[in-house]
Every structure is written in structure tokens, then in C-alpha cells.
């Protein structure tokens, strides 16, 4: 039950305020399972989940605090995966937690009749592509899934309920462009570039500062969710502090040179400059000092864990092709919604065109970008 305002701002059921329907709806990764699909396109993304696994599992086996019960069903133990999209990188990262889970009780003493009964909420945007994953969930897992649409920077659950929180590739996600991004007036105005560049300072630190509120709001959120001494997992994509954009990359540098097609498409007429001029991804990557500064500030968890990883799944784009179908997979909704679907082929064939002259670019051993795995503790009241 949801009631629009008068700003046409959404109120989710628990009366907090929510984003506009619009800007979420464009958020959710390519649906299905055919070949434009986030599921065909997402191997890069599955590199960390995996190299992440045992790093969680260990963490629950030694920190998770089982006694504390939910106040919805106090016999259950619940997870949530928030941002988990068509869930195929979701249910490996469930399958571990969801073991590890088990045998922390089972360490315990409990005999199977009494350790509790795990549910998953699977969480995303309500235009996400729930059927996908609800048709493709393990037949063999340890867990009741339940679908959970919504915002994960507002509160989606009963107060004291959850265990567990997971979340991996999706807090990168702005709730909005800076509003001093887009406008023409402001030091920060972005012009023609779609995301900050190292050399504009207003720029990046206006990204920074909405970065900084969303993954705020997301903690606030989980705190109040949250049972005392319930972990949180975060894979957070992320760069360097200092890498060498002569010789290297990251994944915000490749989606500037996305940009930079556009910037060519307008200059011959397929649409006006002022056109990519308005247009900026929501997106920032975060650097571990950054981040960790951020997390640091909870006065609800305790940052128990972070490490750097160097995903492998850099080395699962073999090719132009690959990686732009990588690229579409995600962005597709948020360029068709600016620039129309017309332009869409066009633009990804140029892309293409461009990294086969970029050699830097094909080479994964100069991607730079690197990922966080964060692990937080509720802080008992
Ligand atoms: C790149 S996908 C990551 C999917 C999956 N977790 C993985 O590791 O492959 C990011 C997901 O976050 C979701 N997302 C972004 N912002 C969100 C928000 N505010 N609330 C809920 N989901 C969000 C997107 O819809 C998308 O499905």
C-alpha cells in the first residue's frame, strides 16, 4: 500500500519518505536470462562474491552472535540480500551464509530439531526482475526466500528482526545525482563528462558527499532493523587512491570513455550536447579510506573487518564485446530513459570501437578498480 504525495515523492508503508517512483525504477540491471541479460553479463561482479565467500563464513563462524532472537518469529533467522538483482551472484553468496549459519548453531550444541529455520529476503527495486530469480532459486538450499521490493536506503523491515544483512555491488548506487552536478551555475556543474573526473575537485566531492548520505541512510536503516550482535557483509566496488591514468584504468575512468561516445554521437546530430550535458550516472566508487572514514562514524556497528580485494573477475572480459555486453547489462535502463532506445546499439558499437584502440583498456591487468569487503557488527544497546 503506497500513497503518492504531492511532490509525487513516494511513502512506504511505515510513512518513511522513499525516492521518486522514476529514479528507482530506472535502477534495475538488464532482466531475463538471454544475451543482454545482467545474469548473461555479470561475471566480473561474480569474481568478488566468490573470492568473498570464505572471508563471510569465517566471520560468522567466529563473530556472529546466534542468541539474540527476532522480534517478528522468534524461532526463525533471517538474512537479507539488499540490492540482490536476478539473484544468480545472490545464491552462491546465500548458500555460504546460510551454511555457516547452520553450523554456528550446530557448534553450539543444538541438535538440527532445534536450530531455527533460516529465511532469506531477497531484496531490490520494485521493477527488478523478481521472477528471474524466484524461477532459477536452488532446488537444494536451507532457507524459505522471500521477495523484499523496495528502497534499501529507508527502513524495509519490523524493528529487531534481522540477523543478517548482505549486500554486494549495489551501494555504489546514488539515490541521485548531486543536484549541484547538474546545474550549469554551480562549480560542480559536470558539463560533458557522465561521472567525476580525478581533475575536478567540486565535482568528485560532491559525489563524495551524497555517497557519503546514502551509505549513512543504508546503515541507519539496518541499525534499527537489526538484532544486537547481528553482522553485516558489504562488498562495496571501489579504486585506488592514487593509480595512473596514463597506464591505467578503473571502472569509472571506462565509464568516462562510455561518456565520451556520447559526446561524439551529439557532435554529429544524433542529439544535442546539452543533452549529454544533463545526463550524469548516479554512481560512485569509493576509495577504502573514504569508506572505511564513513563506516567508522556508526555509532550502531563496529567496523570488525575490511579487506581489499583484487577481484578476478576482471579477467572474465575477454573481449570488446564482452565487455560492453557487461556495461549495457547495467546501464541500459538509464541511457534508454535519457537518450531513447534508438541510440542504444549505436552507442555500445562506438564503445567498442573505442577500446579496441585502447589497449589499456583490454589489458585486466591494468584495471586498477579494486572491491571492499566490509564486515559490521550491531553494537548491543
Ligand atoms: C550491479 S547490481 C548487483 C547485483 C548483485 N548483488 C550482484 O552482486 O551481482 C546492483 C543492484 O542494486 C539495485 N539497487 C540499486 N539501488 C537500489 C536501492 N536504492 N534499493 C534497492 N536496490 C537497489 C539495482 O536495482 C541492482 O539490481
Excluded at 589499456?360 to 578498480?369: E, G, I, Q, R, T
Aim: glycine share 4%; with cysteine; net charge neutral.
Amino acid at each position: 500500500m503506497e500513497k503518492m504525495s504531492s511532490k509525487k515523492t513516494k511513502v512506504d508503508i511505515m510513512g518513511n519518505g522513499v525516492l521518486p517512483r522514476r529514479t528507482l525504477d530506472l535502477y534495475a540491471m538488464n532482466a531475463g536470462d538471454g544475451p543482454r541479460s545482467y545474469v548473461q553479463n555479470s561475471s566480473y561482479q561474480r569474481g568478488a562474491v566468490d573470492i568473498a565467500k570464505p572471508i563471510i563464513e569465517e566471520e560468522i563462524a567466529r563473530k556472529l552472535d546466534i542468541k539474540h532472537r527476532s522480534s517478528t518469529s522468534p524461532n526463525g533467522f533471517w538474512v537479507a540480500d539488499f540490492g540482490c538483482s536476478t539473484g544468480h551472484n545472490s545464491f552462491p553468496a546465500m548458500q555460504i551464509i546460510t551454511r555457516a549459519i547452520y553450523r554456528k548453531h550446530a557448534s553450539s550444541g543444538l541438535i538440527t530439531s532445534q536450530i531455527p529455520e533460516v529465511f532469506v529476503l531477497f531484496n531490490d527495486v520494485i521493477t527488478n526482475d523478481f521472477n528471474t530469480l524466484f524461477t532459477s532459486l536452488p532446488p537444494r538450499r536451507r532457507y524459505t526466500a522471500i521477495r523484499l521490493p523496495g528502497d534499501f536506503h529507508s527502513r524495509l523491515l519490523p524493528e529487531s528482526s534481522l540477523h543478517f544483512a548482505y549486500s554486494s555491488w549495489a551501494l555504489q548506487w546514488l539515490t541521485q545525482v548531486p543536484k549541484e552536478v547538474a546545474e550549469r551555475d554551480s562549480p560542480a556543474w559536470n558539463n560533458r563528462a557522465i561521472l567525476y573526473t580525478r581533475d575536478r575537485k567540486e565535482v568528485c566531492d560532491a559525489y563524495l558527499n551524497q555517497y557519503a548520505k546514502d551509505i549513512e541512510a543504508f546503515m541507519e536503516a539496518r541499525a534499527v532493523e537489526m538484532v544486537s550482535g547481528g553482522l553485516m557483509a558489504i562488498l562495496v566496488p571501489a579504486v585506488p587512491a592514487f593509480w595512473n591514468p596514463e597506464t591505467e584504468y578503473t571502472i569509472p575512468s571506462d565509464l568516462n570513455l562510455l561518456g565520451s561516445c556520447l559526446v561524439d554521437m551529439a557532435k554529429t546530430g544524433k542529439f544535442s550536447e546539452a543533452k549529454v550535458d544533463s545526463f550524469n550516472l548516479p554512481f560512485y566508487f569509493t576509495t577504502p579510506e573514504q569508506l572505511k572514514a564513513i563506516l567508522e562514524r556508526s555509532h550502531s556497528f563496529t567496523l570488525e573487518r575490511l579487506e581489499i580485494l583484487n577481484n578476478p573477475g576482471k579477467y572474465t572480459l575477454p573481449s570488446v564485446n564482452a565487455r560492453a555486453a557487461f556495461y549495457r547489462a547495467v546501464l541500459e535502463g538509464l541511457l534508454t530513459d535519457h537518450f531513447g532506445s534508438d541510440i542504444i546499439d549505436e552507442l555500445f558499437t562506438l564503445y567498442m570501437e573505442k577500446l579496441a584502440a585502447l589497449p589499456v583498456f583490454l589489458n585486466p591487468d591494468k584495471d586498477k578498480s579494486t572491491v571492499i569487503l566490509a564486515v559490521l557488527k550491531r553494537r548491543s544497546e
